[in-house]
């Protein structure tokens, strides 16, 4: 079966009006009009990603059998490895790989958890992500967490920082009442992780890891630095709290240096490491150390359903599944996947992803990329 045409795109999903207003997509189609649909990282949009494959990597593509799958991407790979090979590149490999996924299950008739071996579950629990806590009061923050509770009926919750990655210990009381106040609410049983975003230097860890563990709380996401791997390391092995990274690691080699430096909780992205078969190596190395695979994943339409085929098959999924800001932005375009139902997402049966959309509202919304 051969490739016709590879078609890179964005998408003005929701309103339009926020940092979530324009997702990076990919769409792959045979010679015989069958279809799949990829997902890159939204960063910036996704430009840079969309650029790559528009550029590099879509004219190599067509005339190829879209079974040689994995060939065609090792070999892209190494064709733009001069562009990275991390972030775009990466992002730009991950959307390709999950559309070509999506388009073997049409071809041969099974959703993709099947493809890969079949599913432990089928309905998943979620964790409410809730961000921008850096800029709120405490009494905001509690009306957020409680407002998203309420809605979404989650496993577990994750209060997010996104402060300004270019300071440090902005406000090492403030969080601390922050993290107090949410515990108060939610009460001591119910399961919460902190995710720092970058925002301290490992002495400004230290201390907010352990008033964490005082609290109670699961895990400590990214304290420091993304690219400071021997800083996130010493901050892991040194608290007792779980500590954990990887939403900004690309390659398999960053993913094992993290691991070694100690983090035993990892969390790249479907959207940056190398789509649905990046994260299943990603799960196989994971399994290998003895670490808990738990994926950052914080776009509502085709990477989340490929994020779920991944999950359902994981013997040992230790957290929720990310269910981020803003997802209601997905309903725009696409039917599914809805938000969750009393707190459970349910993988799609069809063959592929399973993904439903409307196509006039898709081609409305659609931006092309130039270049």
């Avoid at 919750?157 to 993290?179: L, N, S, Y």
């Avoid at 790249?268 to 490491?273: G, H, N, W």
Wanted: proline share 4%; charged share 25%; aromatic share 6%.
């Amino acid at each position: 079966m051969k490739i016709k045409s590879v078609e890179a795109f964005q998408l003005a999903l929701g309103t339009g009006d926020d940092w979530t207003a324009r997702s990076a997509f990919v769409r792959i189609e045979t010679e015989d009009g069958q279809f799949g649909l990829g997902e890159a990282s939204p960063m910036q949009g996704g430009v840079a990603s969309l650029v790559i494959i528009a550029k590099d990597m879509a004219p190599y593509l067509v005339g190829k059998d879209v079974l040689d799958h994995a060939i065609l991407l090792d070999t892209l790979f190494h064709r733009c490895i001069k562009l990275g090979p991390e972030g775009a590149t990466t992002a730009a490999l991950a959307a390709l790989d999950i559309a070509l996924w999506d388009l073997k299950g049409k071809l041969l008739g099974q959703p993709v958890y099947k493809l890969l071996g079949g599913a432990w579950r089928t309905s998943l629990t979620c964790y409410s992500s809730v961000g921008g806590n850096a800029a709120r009061t405490v009494d905001e923050v509690l009306r957020v967490v409680e407002r998203r509770v309420e809605k979404e009926k989650p496993a577990a919750v994750k209060i997010r920082w996104d402060g300004d990655r270019t300071k440090q210990d902005v406000d090492i009381p403030g969080d601390i009442a922050k993290a107090k106040a949410v515990r108060k609410l939610l009460g001591d049983d119910f399961v919460l992780g902190f995710d720092a975003n970058n925002g301290y230097s490992v002495g400004g860890a230290m201390r907010v890891g352990r008033v964490l563990e005082d609290l109670g709380y699961t895990w400590f996401e990214e304290p420091v630095q993304h690219y400071n791997v021997r800083a996130m390391g010493e901050v892991a092995q040194r608290l007792d709290i779980t500590v954990s990274a990887g939403e900004q690691t690309y390659t398999l080699q960053g993913l094992k240096d993290l691991i070694d430096a100690g983090v035993r909780m990892v969390q790249p992205d479907i959207v940056k490491m190398g789509g649905i078969t990046g994260m299943m190596k990603c799960a196989a190395i994971a399994h290998a150390h003895g670490v808990e695979l738990v994926p950052h994943q914080t776009q509502p339409t085709v990477a989340h359903l490929a994020n779920i085929h991944v999950l359902g098959t994981i013997m040992h999924l230790a957290k929720p599944v990310e269910l981020a800001d803003n997802w209601e932005r997905g309903a725009s375009v696409f039917v599914n996947p809805s938000e969750p139902h009393n707190g459970l997402f349910e993988l799609p049966t069809a063959p592929g992803l399973g993904v439903q959309f409307d196509e006039k509202e898709m081609e409305r919304r659609k931006i092309a990329i130039k270049f």
